[in-house]
């Protein structure tokens, strides 16, 4: 259950997509640490999602879990209700913090990319992104945040990334025009780009392969891949009030990668 405030300050609530793993993951037990409740999507794995659930638990939080598919903005509609009746569980009309997290890998070298998987991408990484922040627009309070997660391959890079990489550059576009026009209602909006991190992502490329870990860790200012506690902690830390006045950045947390 969610944890009571003793000085009486309404419990914030955050909704996360692909919040069973990895870094949505890490984003869901960060918040909990905080004393953030959450209401976090996944694609497939309910067992998984449950798990975090019950992590979120020890950590004296709610978590709810929903399944979505973030590339299928027919299902949208549906989905905001679900969120609606999972506010409703929480005792609120309305959440806090946005994370736009979920996404999917793609590493193919720019004219061995098809059609196909270039829609994929777009389908997932920005068109979903741009109409559920849409939808759930109303169901944000006013004076709340928002992060969408991008990646360093923006500003680096790396061959076989063009695809994936240019999606997440409309993210950092999109994310400063959200700024703009959310502005009135005093929504803060950010782009957090992670680095190379160790998870399952990309098949747990920089996770269970030495040869990349290595090859990141030696472009890295700090000497080692990222890990999830590296960039949920501050993703958590950028949603506070403590940093209220961080708006329209493209905050890049790799450890000084290729600098």
Avoid: C
Avoid at 145 to 158: K, M
Avoid at 171 to 191: C, D, F, M, Q, S
């Amino acid at each position: 259950m969610t944890a009571g405030n003793s000085a009486g300050i309404t419990p914030k609530i955050a909704l996360v997509t692909g919040g069973s793993r990895g870094l949505g993951r890490n984003t869901v037990l960060h918040l909990a640490k905080r004393g953030v409740s959450s209401i976090f999507t996944y694609r497939s794995n309910q067992a998984e999602a449950e798990h975090v659930v019950g992590l979120a638990a020890k950590e004296g939080q709610t978590a709810l879990a929903l399944p979505l598919d973030t590339g299928k903005v027919s299902s949208f509609d549906a989905f905001v209700e679900q969120v609606r009746e999972s506010l409703a569980r929480l005792g609120a009309g309305r959440f806090d913090y946005l994370v736009n997290n979920a996404g999917t890998s793609h590493h193919a070298a720019f004219d061995k990319t098809s059609e196909e998987e270039l829609d994929s991408l777009y389908n997932v990484h920005f068109k979903g992104v741009f109409f559920l922040t849409q939808k759930l627009l109303p169901l944000i309070n006013d004076g709340g945040r928002i992060v969408n997660v991008s990646s360093g391959l923006t500003r680096v890079a790396i061959p076989g990334s063009a695809s994936y990489a240019s999606m997440k550059g409309a993210i950092e576009v999109l994310t400063r025009y959200l700024a703009k026009e959310l502005g009135p209602r005093r929504i803060v909006v950010n782009t957090v780009a992670p680095g190379a991190v160790a998870t399952d992502f990309s098949g747990g490329m920089v996770r269970d392969n030495p040869e990349i870990n290595k090859r990141v860790a030696d472009m890295t200012a700090l000497g080692r891949a990222g890990l999830p506690d590296d960039i949920g902690p501050m993703i958590a830390a950028l949603l506070s009030e403590d940093n209220r006045w961080v708006n329209a950045q493209r905050i890049e947390v790799s450890g000084g990668m290729s600098i």
